[in-house]
């Protein structure tokens, strides 16, 4: 296999991905899709229901919206939260046009529901279809190990390996990438994670892209507590693994809600949780029971099953409605991007993931598609380095993976917080990166491998990072020494680095919602804006006086606070700014400037 062309790439084949490509298409870019398994039959959709906002403009819409800006801790935007209602709202009805048979006897029930329920299987099947008929290549069995970028930096393609042809190489070069490779779940056993491991985040910042929002990692799933791993087993042979369980239940058979317990918390208890076989449908029961899980008493076992970031929400930073990252070129969609805008600090479970996956694809396959037909194909370009890619491995891969899920699986770890549990994750952690980055490597499926294992110990130090960076609990994020929230921390955290992990709070509010894709390379400059001064309306925000919600437009580059702040920004005492190469927990950074972790002072 040659090299391959596209206008653009899309990495990926969730529904984000299914969605990108065929708004690429439409907008008239030649795309290539590929996908770490089988597009339309892979990753967490494909096991169960997917729900998806489908609100009209009203007033039900707009109390909505203040709902979820509530229930996230006030970390989301209205703006943004309204622009993804309207725009699954639109393509809920151009699905049921492309042949999708929602769910019940009634054709038109989608218009009729606030929040539509989807098979993820048949979805999935039907946007496959749908991508074939874009005149969308689809290349199965592709997983992306590298970036390309040009001279100027530029995102230009990708390269990987041919699991089902030998490993063989593949490369192709792309005016633009979208990437929409889901999010990371450890490889917790959760049904459909087996390919979410972070390998797109990975890329992304060793590219030069930022993160946001890593601290909200901590996403639990409860799943029945079988003796055989899911990962290697389908949703439609295993109907009991992505079951949704309405009531669970303590030893003694006391329902756990009417208690006011959760059952996470049970669990980090050491008490044991129980669903009962005749609340759940009876094909689940059915198989359950085959399966041996079901004691005496019709009970089922549960476990709790980290989800990390696939139902948390943080992701690659992007940078306005297009989509974009940090880096030029590359675009995000789906659960590998914050979804802070649309969830804040609580999981997107309830509609809000799917519809943000439907539109962030639509806007970032639309704006890929406008930038590298503008862009044109790039004649040369060359991999990112990156790590995990030595020849000869000096470093088992299990051993990376074994420490990883060693600091983010138990419920010690995840679910409740201390600074005192983050330090001693972050110190393991960091201890295994410089083998990972220089000794993990391999040739062929040890290259993959290989790779796997270093995304995953990637992901769990930004993790963690920013998790004790937050000192409140807000949303998924609990600290056991710091645990109730605190306006100061109505902030969204910035996160990136590789051998030095950085964290800071965000400097320019993510509310940039009439961005359009730039139709230039050089319009598409990096846009951090490390240069830009803070208007007085940017300080008040940062610093809780604010909700987050209610952002100024910004001051032209250049202007200077006019009412500068009696106390630091919120959180700049903490470890966000102490330098961004000192680790939580030393007094000394590399250069000599003082560090340390302290508590953002109250204003």
Not at 92 to 120: M, Q
Not at 175 to 189: D, H, K, P, R, Y
Not at 308 to 323: E, K, N, Q, S, Y
Not at 565 to 578: H, I, K, N, W, Y
Request: overall charge neutral; aromatic content about 6%.
């Amino acid at each position: 296999m040659g090299d391959l062309e596209a206008e653009v790439l899309v990495l990926g084949g969730g529904p984000a991905g299914a969605w990108a490509a065929v708004s690429a298409a439409t907008s008239g870019a030649r795309v290539i899709l590929v996908d770490k398994a089988r597009c339309g039959s892979s990753g967490p959709t494909a096991f169960g229901m997917t729900a998806l906002w489908n609100m009209p403009p009203g007033p039900a819409r707009d109390d909505a919206v203040r709902r979820a800006c509530a229930h996230g801790g006030d970390l989301g935007d209205p703006m943004w939260i309204d622009m993804v209602l309207d725009e699954t709202y639109r393509r809920i009805d151009e699905l049921a046009r492309w042949g999708y048979r929602f769910p019940g006897t009634d054709r038109n029930a989608h218009r009729k529901s606030s929040r539509v329920c989807v098979d993820g299987a048949s979805y999935l099947r039907r946007m496959r279809r749908r991508l074939r008929e874009a005149g969308v290549r689809i290349l199965d069995h592709h997983p992306a190990l590298q970036l390309l970028t040009d001279g100027d930096g530029v995102v230009s393609g990708a390269t990987g390996l041919q699991p089902h042809n030998r490993y063989l190489p593949w490369t192709v070069r792309a005016g633009a990438v979208v990437v929409a490779t889901g999010g990371c779940a450890f490889l917790s056993g959760g049904p459909g994670t087996d390919v979410d491991t972070g390998d797109g985040l990975l890329l992304a910042v060793e590219a030069g892209a930022e993160l946001s929002g890593m601290e909200f990692s901590s996403a639990y799933g409860l799943a029945p507590a079988l003796s055989l791993p899911s990962v290697a087993r389908h949703s439609s042979s295993a109907p009991g693994l992505a079951a949704h369980f309405p009531t669970v239940y303590d030893e003694s058979g006391a329902d756990l809600a009417e208690l006011g317990t959760d059952a996470f918390a049970a669990l980090a208890a050491g008490r044991r949780v129980y669903a009962a076989v005749e609340d759940l449908p009876e094909v689940v029961g059915i198989w359950l029971s085959r399966q041996g899980v079901v004691d005496r008493s019709r009970r089922i076992p549960l476990r709790a099953v980290l989800e990390g970031t696939v139902r948390g929400t943080g992701g690659l930073h992007i940078t306005g409605t297009d989509c974009a990252t940090t880096v030029s070129g590359l675009y995000g969609a789906g659960d590998v991007t914050t979804r802070e805008a649309i969830t804040g600090a609580v999981s997107g479970f309830g509609g809000q993931g799917g519809a943000w996956a439907l539109a962030s694809g639509v806007w970032a396959g639309a704006s890929a598609a406008r930038f590298a037909v503008a862009r044109g194909i790039p004649r040369a370009a060359n991999p990112v380095p990156g790590a995990g890619l030595h020849d000869r491995p000096r470093v088992d891969p299990r051993a990376v993976v074994g420490l990883v899920q060693e600091h983010t699986l138990p419920l010690r770890r995840s679910y409740w917080r201390s600074a005192g549990s983050l330090r001693d994750s972050i110190g393991e952690l960091d201890g295994m990166w410089p083998g990972a980055e220089f000794d993990l490597g391999g040739r062929g499926a040890g290259r993959l491998r290989a790779r796997q294992a270093a995304a995953l110990l990637a992901v769990a130090r930004w993790t963690k990072y920013s998790a004790l960076a937050r000192t409140e609990t807000r949303g998924m994020h609990r600290r056991t020494d710091h645990p109730g929230p605190d306006a100061d921390w109505r902030v969204r955290l910035m996160s990136g680095g590789l051998d030095e992990v950085w964290v800071r709070p965000e400097t320019r509010p993510w509310n940039r919602v009439d961005a359009a894709a730039p139709s230039t390379v050089a319009e598409s400059a990096d846009t951090r804006g490390d240069s830009d001064h803070l208007t007085a309306a940017d300080v008040r925000r940062i610093a809780g006086q604010e909700s987050v919600l209610a952002v100024s437009a910004r001051e032209p580059v250049g202007a200077q606070v006019s009412e500068p702040p009696a106390r630091p920004l919120a959180g700049q005492e903490s470890v966000l700014a102490a330098h961004p190469t000192a680790r939580p927990g030393t007094e000394e950074p590399a250069d000599g400037h003082r560090g340390g972790v302290a508590d953002p002072l109250p204003l």
